[in-house]
RNA sequence: GCGGUCGUAGCUCAACUGGUUAGAGCACUCGCCUGUCACGCGAGAGGUUGUGGGUUCAAGUCCCAUCGGCCGCGCCA
């Protein structure tokens, strides 16, 4: 729209007549003298509708919440006593002249900036979104994958596309969803880049990928979802498990950085802090885990294979007494407990050069260093019971040369529900997929 | 999948141990209002209490089944 000023600029307009468009956000009708909030993406305005301009009060007479429309009005000083000094164009109005109506809206169905329940939430997403709590979400999440490819990209990595279909369910463990494929074959949708990460460092020693990825998990739980967003890298001629460990460390200080440095009232605004980032974030072996739960808290967890949700609360409750830290890793998981690939510590095989980052009671990441040798990885798969015809593509990478290496797997969604204090991950999901809802699909009338 | 808990107006909720015609706020419609900013005031409309069965003189409330939500666990990275 030409001339068009974005709401959140007006300020540099004071004194002058200018063209604004937007939503609508409420309307206060005081019979003679009407009142407008006006929404666009850059923030709101109130404007006012004089007696004096007929023909725009009978226009504003008739919008409700959610019409859009496109005002030309003179950008006013508010008299001292109407100033509002803690909210944006606090201090000044527009006095409309003419509004044009480009689009009328339905009834609500409910308060837009009420309290709502996830699941009505969910249903009126397209609606919902637009609710400043909302956009903040998605808003903080855009920067968060900025930085993250910033800070990769710092660091020497090259992005690449990995597919979503894919033609084996190769990593096994996880359900999968399957597609009718061509000649009556099926195909699967990726639970994971990782072996596309894997093949990508023949070609450019460092990779890295934003790629979509889906889990057919029955998990009704607040941190599954069925469609996720993995933010995965991969790395050669590493030393051990360290390398990526430390990459990652830095991305995740550039996102969190980030989001702090622009979106400077997002964690007031959504009751919680900036995370604490030590100088090093604390790196703890699963054992050394489990002896300060079993000491600090009383709970039963050395010998146990993997750390409980519950554990992963209160090892984190321990970082941030202890350490000044709101993430900690988690390091030597057993060997047999993790993917094939995994790197053995060669110092006691049967626990593996692979690490988790906990990150305010919830696991945000997985990574390790992989076997590179193909021989060894060959016998791998076969003591899994798998066979390694199925892996033939995959396993040229390791047949052709291959240098040590590693790499991690961060879920966009779990980071950025943890980093605003969301309480279901569905709320960091802009359009969430679960077991019983994708878009209004599933519904059923209730 | 298992356990807990919940399902009442478009939305968010109320209705003591079963008891008359199921209420409120917001939204909606109509009227009034020149400084509000979640404007205010008055009136109106809006319900098969998720669904099906049962107990009872009487069920939103108790029982059974079923569907759905949320939370926790499991599964899962």
Same mark, same amino acid.
């Given at each position: 729209m030409i001339n068009r000023i974005k709401i959140g600029e007006l300020s540099k307009h004071i004194g002058e007549e200018v063209i604004i468009a937007g939503w609508v956000d409420v309307r206060r009708d005081h019979g003679k003298l009407i009142f407008i909030d006006l929404r666009d993406v850059s923030g709101k305005v109130q404007m006012v509708v004089l007696p004096a301009q007929a023909e725009a009060i009978e226009v504003a007479q008739k919008l409700r919440a959610e019409w859009v429309i496109r005002v030309t009005g003179l950008v006013n000083a508010r008299p001292e006593k109407m100033v509002k000094a803690d909210q944006l164009n606090g201090e000044l109005e527009v006095e409309v002249k003419a509004i044009e109506i480009l689009s009328e809206a339905k009834e609500l169905p409910f308060d837009k900036d009420g309290e709502l329940n996830l699941d009505t939430y969910l249903d009126y997403l397209p609606l919902t979104l637009r609710t400043k709590r909302t956009s903040d979400i998605f808003k903080v999440q855009a920067t968060i994958l900025e930085a993250y490819r910033e800070s990769l990209r710092q660091q020497g990595f090259i992005e690449f596309e990995s597919p979503a279909l894919v033609g084996g369910d190769a990593e096994g463990g996880s359900a999968v969803f399957s597609v009718d494929y061509y000649y009556d074959q099926k195909a699967f949708l990726a639970t994971s880049p990782q072996f596309y990460?894997?093949?990508?460092?023949?070609?450019?020693?460092?990779?890295?990928?934003?790629?979509?990825?889906?889990?057919?998990?029955?998990?009704?739980?607040?941190?599954?979802?069925?469609?996720?967003?993995?933010?995965?890298?991969?790395?050669?001629?590493?030393?051990?498990?360290?390398?990526?460990?430390?990459?990652?460390?830095?991305?995740?200080?550039?996102?969190?950085?980030?989001?702090?440095?622009?979106?400077?009232?997002?964690?007031?605004?959504?009751? #919680?802090? *900036?995370?604490?980032? =030590?100088?090093?974030?604390?790196?703890? /072996?699963? %054992? $050394?885990?489990?002896?300060?739960?079993?000491?600090?808290?009383?709970?039963?967890?050395?010998?146990?294979?993997?750390?409980?949700?519950?554990?992963?609360?209160?090892?984190?409750?321990?970082?941030?007494?202890?350490?000044?830290?709101?993430?900690?890793?988690?390091?030597h998981f057993p060997t047999s407990k993790r993917a094939f690939y995994t790197y053995a510590d060669p110092t006691n095989p049967k626990l593996s050069l692979s690490f988790d980052l906990i990150f305010r009671g919830l696991e945000i990441n997985s990574g390790s260093q992989r076997i590179h040798n193909y021989?060894?990885?060959?016998?791998?798969?076969?003591?899994?019971?798998?066979?390694?015809?199925?892996?033939?593509?995959?396993?040229? #990478?390791? *047949?052709?040369?291959? =240098?040590?290496?590693?790499?991690?797997? /961060?879920? %966009? $969604?779990?980071?950025?529900?943890?980093?605003?204090?969301l309480a279901n991950i569905k709320e960091a999901t802009s359009f969430p997929r679960d077991m019983n809802r994708i878009d209004n699909l599933l519904s059923t009338d209730k």
């Open positions: 990460k894997q093949i990508m460092v023949g070609a450019f020693e460092r990779p890295f990928t934003i790629a979509k990825v889906f889990r057919a998990e029955k998990s009704a739980t607040t941190r599954h979802i069925s469609e996720i967003t993995q933010m995965d890298f991969e790395m050669g001629f590493i030393k051990n498990h360290l390398d990526p460990m430390a990459v990652l460390e830095q991305a995740i200080k550039d996102s969190v950085n980030a989001v702090a440095d622009r979106h400077a009232e997002v964690f007031k605004e959504f009751n #919680t802090e *900036k995370p604490l980032i =030590p100088e090093k974030f604390p790196i703890l /072996t699963l %054992l $050394e885990a489990q002896e300060i739960l079993e000491k600090e808290f009383g709970t039963k967890a050395v010998g146990e294979p993997d750390m409980e949700p519950e554990h992963e609360r209160q090892i984190c409750e321990w970082a941030k007494r202890e350490k000044g830290s709101d993430f900690v890793f988690i390091t021989e060894e990885l060959v016998e791998k798969i076969k003591s899994r019971g798998m066979d390694p015809e199925k892996f033939k593509f995959y396993l040229q #990478t390791f *047949k052709y040369g291959m =240098p040590p290496h590693g790499g991690s797997s /961060t879920g %966009l $969604e779990r980071f950025t529900a943890r980093l605003l204090e």
